[in-house]
């Protein structure tokens, strides 16, 4: 995921230390219900579309920008899949350990071609929900959510 440049900035002074930070996720189905992924280029492995979003961004404009950033691919948000704090730090190639409470949104692709459009990806493409490459876990939970008409999934434990 590229760095904003308000991470950038917090960064000089926080050095590497952990960040808790929000993030937004997007699973994109185009109108032969195939899901939009991409192989990301800091872990070589394909994954739903994601990243930060900016100060003051809602999470579903973050979602739509940073699909259009990495694939090219317009889309609109069309429900809040789930909300989710990540259950382990991420720790990058350079250090910086951050670690996410995701908003995860469906989306509908409107236009555009799925193509690598920014340094991120290594690859995009479209695939159907019944052949998928391989997924980590996040990746497969929330197209498994979006797949559904549940309601929003959120974890229901509380501690205490």
């Known amino acids: 995921m590229g760095i904003p440049d308000f ?14 930070l929000p993030g937004v996720s997007a699973v994109v189905f185009d109108d032969d219900g195939r899901v939009l992924l991409g ?7 394909w994954s ?21 950033e990495e694939t090219a691919v317009r889309c ?10 990540l259950a ?5 190639p350079n250090g910086d350990t951050c670690q996410f409470m995701d ?10 071609e799925a193509r690598v459009n920014d340094e ?11 052949a998928l490459p391989e997924l980590q876990e996040f990746a497969l939970f929330r197209i498994k959510q979006a797949l559904t008409d549940d309601q929003t999934w959120f974890d229901s434990t509380v501690a205490g």
Do not use: K, M, N
Not at 76 to 85: A, F, H, K, N, S
């Open 7 to 20: 991470i950038r900035e917090i960064r000089t002074t926080a050095g590497h230390q952990l960040l808790f």
């Open 39 to 45: 192989r990301r280029a800091d872990t070589g492995r």
């Open 88 to 92: 382990r730090p991420v720790t990058y």
């Open 48 to 68: 739903i579309i994601g990243g930060i979003p900016e100060p003051g961004e809602q999470p579903a404009a973050a979602a739509v920008r940073e699909v259009y």
């Open 120 to 130: 991120e990806s290594l690859e995009v493409g479209w695939f159907p929900a019944d």
């Open 76 to 85: 609109v948000p069309e429900r809040v899949v789930l909300v989710q704090t």
């Open 103 to 112: 908003v995860c949104l469906r989306c509908r692709a409107v236009g555009g």
